[in-house]
């Protein structure tokens, strides 16, 4: 564009992404590697609009990746204090489609679909003067939008980051997370290592245990408690937190829908009307109405499914069939040859009779 760029024209109403919510092609902007597995990719419109959003919520990205549309969800790790562009960063998983293509295929000035930005897991909905953040990994990216988003609102929550990496070439945001430290009295930041190789790591060595915990954050019981990473890594930690006292309603997690308590007599609906699923690897089945999801039935025997957009649009809750016919109702989260293969979307597959699925 000729004209000059004039941040402070850019604030009015009208340049808001969510006066219109329909999907924005989006152009890269730049990109960043952070460790030998993880880059940052940053995206802009062209039509110079913000995107408003909560520090630690997700967008979806759509792209044609050989020949099919194929759609992610992303937490934004930019703070929403930077509002006119949109960070993701991002792991190269070896079988993940769209991470590949990100890594491999991405390049500078290249566009991609942008919708959302769309979750729950932000301090913005869960307000608190003091915070601990708990990160494993890549897990670190609603974390350090939140951090950024203090920093530049000058805002005086309390708050106290651990992340554990797994060794000291893997850890990510490394210096900035140590800017923010070094910069405001209100953040502290501990970085942890499972391994360290070289025997030079300053910080603690070790994955998270109660010791490290509540040495490094004695007044944990006294925090809203964010925690975001790997499946083992939250299911182990929020089960951590439960043991040292952290109240069930204190504690968020990114990225997975807690099943509802499983009822006693779970196998015990031979008669019922409906379609049987059957889990193989827990042994349990569940009778389901007609019209009623995989997921669902999942949540009704206390199976855990993880799942992000619950709309057939990111791929994070699928899994694989062993049996049955269902009806894929999904927004591009699974591709027709994955479909061939056997998998489906558990949020969005409806049985049409019995149905067994790998869970
Ligand atoms: S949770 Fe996103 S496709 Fe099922």
Redesign the pocket.
């Known amino acids: 564009m000729s004209t000059a760029f004039a941040p402070g024209a850019l604030l009015h109403d009208h340049d808001r992404w969510d006066d219109d919510p329909s999907p924005r092609m989006l152009r890269c902007a730049r990109i960043v590697a952070r460790t030998p597995h993880v880059s940052t990719f940053e995206f802009v419109s062209d039509d110079r609009r913000a995107l408003p959003r909560a520090a630690g919520q997700y967008v979806t990205v759509s792209a044609d990746i050989d020949g099919e549309r194929v759609s992610r969800?992303y937490t934004v790790s930019s703070p929403p204090t930077r509002p006119y562009s949109v960070q993701l960063t991002v792991k190269r998983e070896a079988d993940g489609v769209f991470s590949r293509w990100l890594h491999d295929t991405l390049r500078v000035g290249d566009r991609l679909e942008l919708s959302g930005p769309a979750g729950e897991f932000s301090t913005a909905f869960h307000p608190s003067e003091r915070v601990l953040l708990l990160a494993a990994g890549v897990g670190i990216t609603p974390m350090i939008a939140v951090l950024e988003a203090l920093h530049d609102l000058g805002d005086a929550t309390d708050a106290v980051l651990l992340h554990n990496s797994h060794d000291p070439s893997s850890v990510v945001f490394e210096r900035e997370l140590a800017a923010l430290a070094e910069g405001n009295d209100t953040i502290r930041v501990v970085q942890a290592v499972s391994v360290d190789p070289a025997g030079t790591w300053a910080g603690p060595v070790g994955r998270l245990d109660a010791d490290m915990l509540t040495q490094h954050v004695p007044d944990l019981t006294t925090r809203e408690v964010f925690v975001c990473g790997p499946d083992a890594y939250m299911q182990h930690t929020v089960a951590l937190l439960g043991e040292l006292g952290v109240p069930a309603e204190r504690i968020h997690v990114e990225s997975f829908v807690l099943a509802e308590i499983a009822p006693p007599e779970v196998n015990d609906t031979a008669g019922a009307p409906g379609h049987t699923v059957h889990f193989a690897r827990s042994g349990k089945s569940v009778v389901i109405a007609e019209g009623e999801t995989v997921?669902q039935a999942a949540k009704q025997v206390g199976i855990r499914i993880?799942?992000?957009?619950?709309?057939?649009?990111?791929?994070?809750?699928?899994i694989v069939k062993i049996a049955g016919e269902v009806d894929i109702a999904?927004?591009g989260?699974?591709r027709q040859r994955e479909i061939d293969a056997g998998k489906i979307?558990?949020?969005?597959s409806r049985p049409k009779g019995p149905v067994e699925v790998d869970v």
């Open positions: 969800c997921l993880m799942t992000s957009c619950q709309n057939g649009l990111c791929g994070t809750c699928k999904h927004n989260g699974i979307l558990a949020c969005c």
